[in-house]
C-alpha cells in the first residue's frame, strides 16, 4: 500500500523515476498508465485552437472528397 501511495503522489509532484520505477515490475499498471497519458495529451491538444485549426485544415487538404478546397 505505500508504494502505490508512493507512486500516486509522485504522479502529482511529477517525479517521474519513481513513477517509472513503480510500473516496471507491474505491467498491467503500465498499461493502464499509458493509456491514461496517450488520452491526456490527446485531449490536451484538442483543446488548442491551433491544433483544432491545424487539424481540420489537414482533413481538408487530405480529403479524397475534390469539390471540397479551394476553388472546388
Do not use: C, K
Request: glycine share 12%.
Amino acid at each position: 500500500m505505500l508504494a502505490r501511495a508512493a507512486y500516486h503522489r509522485a504522479i502529482d509532484l511529477g517525479v517521474q523515476g519513481v513513477v517509472d520505477a513503480y510500473l516496471s515490475s507491474r505491467p498491467s499498471e503500465n498499461r493502464a498508465w499509458e493509456s491514461y497519458t496517450a488520452a491526456y495529451r490527446e485531449v490536451s491538444e484538442a483543446r488548442g485552437i491551433g491544433h483544432i485549426l491545424e487539424r481540420g485544415f489537414a482533413e481538408r487538404a487530405l480529403s479524397s472528397d475534390q469539390t471540397s478546397g479551394i476553388g472546388g
